[in-house]
């Protein structure tokens, strides 16, 4: 037999390295490291076969296993999978900036800024670090900077309060005609008396609203005084537990003899007796009964505060006693322009209804008056703008062009 033949063999090496336990991605993780190709009995001519083809290659198997094994595997550098890197630890350390003297800045304690507090913050560590003002000196000295501003709003206040005082007994003559008027029902009187008192209020420029404007104006600065000390003793700030003064050396707690709370109770309730000048408090109505309880009330809540409030508090009242007597003074008061007061007898003027029935009264002619008010103003508006709007039409002709009569003529019977 007669056979032709050339043979190429294909001899490959894999290695697995399974991902998972699951037989179905084996094919995925196979990789072909080494390829070797084997020339093996390749001719082209034709020889003569002694032997059935089925026995050449059998006999042939073992030279092609002894080439494979012969072959050197080389080692691949993707013949294994390294791990992974272990992470860096990142190691964060909070910087702290301190001043000369060693105290950690507020800008990295992470008060200050430019809120309220934040500005009220900015003072205090610039008296304390550069002034080298212990903390409690610190306080008081922010206190006096903070009413010093506001001291022309004290002295406008003063002055309505004092005019006030002086025409009370006409304003309240008012008030019980007025009172007089509604409880008849008549409409037209009551209205007619509102109109009077909003006038001559208006003339001797008395305002209700102006009394209320200096509580008004001050509880934004109290507030932001009092989150920005509570925030520091909070914290704490640790100079200031060594910055207070006799029996309160630590700020950031309460007064444990409780000698503060009672200091400030005291002060606020002469505050509001005194007033600006003497009978003030007469001239409230009806808030000088709030006003008279307020102290007793907030004293149970003071007691915890810590000394950087309370420190601050009895500063505040302090600085309001100094600013009435010195609004008392003859020469202060004329280089003011402040008027005099006219002291009367308020209490034999009239006649004490109790705190409900006054409540009441002045809740209801207050209504009044407002209401009036307000119309007064509408009307003001509607006659302004009618003055300076189109003419505005209120005929279905122009009655200034005269219009032919038609004639109508009729025969009269002889």
């Known amino acids: 037999e007669i056979v032709t033949y050339r043979h190429i063999h294909l001899v490959t090496q894999g290695k697995k390295i399974p991902r998972n336990n699951s037989l179905l991605?084996?094919?995925?993780?196979?990789?072909?490291?080494?390829?070797?190709l084997v020339r093996y009995a390749s001719t082209n001519e034709t020889t003569e076969s002694e032997t059935p083809a089925s026995e050449t290659i059998t006999n042939e198997t073992p030279a092609i296993e002894t080439i494979?094994?012969?072959?050197?595997?080389?080692?691949?550098?993707?013949?294994?999978?390294?791990?992974?890197?272990?992470?860096?630890?990142?190691?964060?350390?909070?910087?702290?900036?301190?001043?000369?003297?060693?105290?950690?800045?507020?800008?990295?304690?992470?008060?200050?800024?430019?809120?309220?507090?934040?500005?009220?913050?900015n003072f205090l560590e610039f008296m304390h670090i550069n002034l080298d003002m212990p903390?409690?000196?610190?306080?008081?000295?922010?206190?006096?900077?903070?009413?010093?501003?506001?001291?022309?709003?004290?002295?406008?206040?003063?002055?309505?309060?004092?005019?006030?005082?002086?025409?009370m007994p006409i304003i309240q003559d008012f008030n019980i005609r007025l009172t007089e008027a509604r409880n008849c029902g008549d409409h037209m009187q009551s209205a007619q008396i509102a109109t009077d008192m909003m006038k001559f209020m208006k003339t001797n420029k008395i305002s209700f609203i102006q009394?209320?404007?200096?509580?008004?104006?001050?509880?934004?600065?109290?507030?932001?005084?009092?989150?920005?000390?509570?925030k520091m003793a909070n914290l704490p700030v640790e100079s200031l537990k060594d910055g207070g003064f006799l029996w309160l050396k630590d700020l950031t707690v309460y007064d444990p003899y409780y000698i503060m709370p009672i200091i400030t109770s005291v002060t606020m309730f002469i505050t509001i007796e005194l007033g600006t000048d003497g009978t003030s408090i007469h001239a409230m109505g009806v808030m000088r009964y709030v006003l008279r309880a307020l102290p007793?009330?907030?004293?149970?809540?003071?007691?915890?505060?810590?000394?950087?409030?309370?420190?601050?508090?009895v500063a505040t009242n302090t600085i309001s006693l100094?600013?009435?007597?010195?609004?008392k003074i003859p020469r202060i008061k004329k280089a003011l322009g402040m008027p005099s007061m006219i002291k009367r007898d308020l209490k034999a003027s009239t006649k004490s209804k109790g705190f409900v029935n006054e409540v009441k009264e002045s809740w209801t002619n207050m209504k009044i008056t407002k209401q009036l008010s307000d119309r007064e103003r509408a009307d003001t508006i509607q006659f302004n703008s009618a003055g300076k709007g189109p003419i505005v039409k209120t005929f279905k002709y122009n009655p200034t062009k005269q219009k032919q009569s038609t004639t109508v003529f009729t025969k009269s019977r002889e």
């Not at 509880?219 to 509570?230: D, E």
């Not at 007793?296 to 508090?313: D, R, S």
């Open 211 to 230: 009394n209320v404007m200096m509580p008004l104006v001050q509880a934004p600065v109290f507030i932001s005084f009092f989150f920005a000390l509570r």
């Open 296 to 313: 007793f009330v907030a004293l149970p809540f003071m007691l915890h505060f810590p000394g950087t409030i309370l420190t601050y508090w």
């Open 68 to 121: 494979i094994n012969e072959t050197p595997l080389q080692n691949s550098p993707y013949d294994e999978i390294p791990d992974p890197p272990t992470p860096i630890q990142e190691i964060i350390e909070n910087i702290v900036k301190v001043h000369p003297n060693g105290e950690p800045t507020f800008e990295s304690l992470g008060l200050g800024g430019w809120t309220p507090t934040g500005i009220v913050h």
């Open 135 to 167: 903390w409690w000196l610190a306080i008081v000295i922010a206190t006096i900077c903070a009413r010093s501003l506001l001291f022309p709003l004290v002295i406008k206040t003063q002055k309505n309060m004092i005019r006030l005082t002086n025409h």
């Open 25 to 36: 991605d084996l094919h995925r993780n196979y990789r072909i490291t080494e390829i070797s």
């Open 322 to 327: 100094v600013q009435t007597g010195f609004l």
